[in-house]
């Protein structure tokens, strides 16, 4: 429980520290975090930028045979890596997610059979997509510390999310208290499964509202060479 509070406490601290910080730190951090989820690093993010507006630049250069107007396209380019990865990251999040649900799945089927959360575990590692923390857990309760209910603490500490906290909370109280518990635990997955599946038809209703945005975008500049390629003459006066 110390443990559990501390990692809160924390996480509490850096939203607080986060929300003092003035609007270009705040945009900094959240390029540095989009980044990092997305396995890039910040080197090579400040390069595909320089190289966005230069292609923007040269774009601009092309379509417009002017200066000033050449460097608004470099500069309206900007953001085109940040939203290519604010997407991906977005996008990974969500596999993770559902790999994750899926092992969550696995072992609440064998632990409802079994009622050996250890066993659960480990008659699935083999199957999981995320075996990796509760092979920890497992090598950790067997070998290091047989206090379960610390092993599971320290399980959850490893996974950011909010629905496998809530499943390692009701694994701890059937080892506590009764092992009626964990015919709770379908309910939460189910809970999780219902949020991915909400939160895919939110993602595909923005997806459609930007894919929208942008081929309005790609047609109205289209517009540009057309009228310099078709009537050359009424571009210029243009």
């Not at 930007?210 to 009537?231: E, H, K």
């Amino acid at each position: 429980i110390r443990d559990r509070s501390t990692v809160r406490d924390k996480r509490k601290d850096v939203d607080e520290k986060f929300s003092k910080l003035s609007l270009p730190e705040k945009m900094l951090v959240a390029i540095k975090n989009t980044v990092t989820m997305s396995g890039f690093k910040m080197n090579t993010f400040w390069f595909i930028v320089a190289l966005s507006a230069f292609g923007g630049m040269g774009v601009g250069k092309f379509m417009f045979s002017d200066g000033l107007l050449s460097v608004a396209t470099g500069i309206a380019c900007l953001p085109l890596p940040y939203i290519f990865l604010k997407v991906r990251a977005r996008w990974y999040k969500r596999n993770q997610d559902e790999l994750l649900e899926n092992s969550m799945n696995l072992i609440t089927n064998s632990y409802l059979g079994c009622n050996d959360i250890i066993t659960a575990v480990n008659e699935n590692l083999d199957k999981l997509d995320t075996p990796k923390p509760f092979a920890e857990f497992v090598t950790d309760v067997t070998l290091i510390d047989s206090n379960l209910k610390r092993a599971l603490m320290k399980l959850e500490l490893k996974v950011n999310n909010k629905y496998f906290s809530e499943w390692i909370d009701i694994l701890v109280l059937a080892q506590e208290k009764s092992g009626d518990y964990r015919f709770i635990l379908p309910a939460v997955v189910q809970s999780m499964n219902d949020a991915k599946r909400l939160q895919i038809e939110a993602d595909t209703v923005m997806m459609a509202v930007w894919r929208d945005y942008f081929t309005s975008i790609v047609l109205s500049f289209s517009i540009i060479p057309l009228l310099r390629w078709s009537n050359s003459a009424w571009f210029e006066i243009l």
